[in-house]
T-cell receptor
Framework: GAVVSQHPSWVICKSGTSVKIECRSL??????MFWYRQFPKQSLMLMAT?????????EQGVEKDKFLINHASLTLSTLTVTSAHPEDSSFYIC???????????FGPGTRLTVL | GESVGLHLPTLSVQEGDNSIINCAYS??????FIWYKQESGKGPQFIID?????DKRQGQRVTVLLNKTVKHLSLQIAATQPGDSAVYFC?????????????FGTGTSLTVIP
């Protein structure tokens, strides 16, 4: 149990386009999901907390108009990178909080390459 | 806390030996910790967790030790195998239950030599 999927696994886009990444909890409901960003050989940086039915909470320094988050159901959160630029190229990882103890289970990640 | 622009510490061990990976955390209010394993190009995988009311917790071939006095966490892997080669992160929860944000340490790259 506790499987989290992401789609797509890899996306290449032109500068200026918007890209949507989906995060799904497949076998459990997740009131809270999290979005992280990871550069090569670096740690995960928390971008935002996605709460079902309410606005996302963004970490300091993360532009909410740039990274739009929608948590429309208990099994789906989406991250849209708007007007992507090469510096947005990164590995984006979501996690879902499974139960009351707060353990997070991670998706496989989405590699975004902006040309 | 967050780490930006830092190179990962590395640890090389011989297959069959025990591995010890260390992590220092910054916030004395942190009360929940998780160790994750991340293989190249994949998302982090949960290994083991521990709460601040415990000093030690054991899983299958892994043990986590928590020293709250010096704010130090360690992950011990017994009889390390080639499949254990990965980057290992500790994550700390530093907010109340209503906002379970986790912040990741720098990570340690473990290489197991056959």
């Amino acid at each position: 149990g506790a499987v989290v999927s992401q789609h797509p696994s890899w996306v290449i886009c032109k500068s200026g386009t918007s890209v949507k990444i989906e995060c799904r909890s497949l076998d459990f409901q997740a009131t809270t999901m999290f979005w992280y960003r990871q550069f090569p050989k670096q740690s995960l940086m928390l971008m935002a907390t996605s709460n079902e039915g309410s606005k996302a909470t963004y970490e300091q320094g993360v532009e909410k108009d740039k990274f739009l988050i929608n948590h429309a159901s208990l099994t789906l959160s989406t991250l849209t990178v708007t007007s992507a630029h090469p510096e947005d190229s990164s590995f984006y990882i979501c996690s879902a909080e499974r139960d009351l103890v707060g353990t997070q289970y991670f998706g496989p990640g989405t590699r975004l390459t902006v040309l | 806390g967050e780490s930006v622009g830092l190179h990962l510490p590395t640890l090389s061990v011989q297959e069959g030996d025990n591995s010890i990976i260390n992590c220092a955390y910054s916030n004395s209010a942190s009360d929940y910790f998780i160790w994750y394993k991340q293989e190249s190009g994949k998302g982090p995988q949960f290994i083991i967790d521990i709460r601040s009311n415990m000093d030690k917790r054991q899983g299958q071939r892994v043990t986590v030790l928590l020293n709250k006095t010096v704010k130090h966490l360690s992950l011990q892997i017994a009889a390390t195998q080639p499949g254990d080669s990965a980057v290992y992160f500790c994550a700390e929860n530093i907010t109340p239950r209503t906002g379970n944000q986790f912040y990741f340490g720098t990570g340690t790259s473990l290489t197991v030599i056959p």
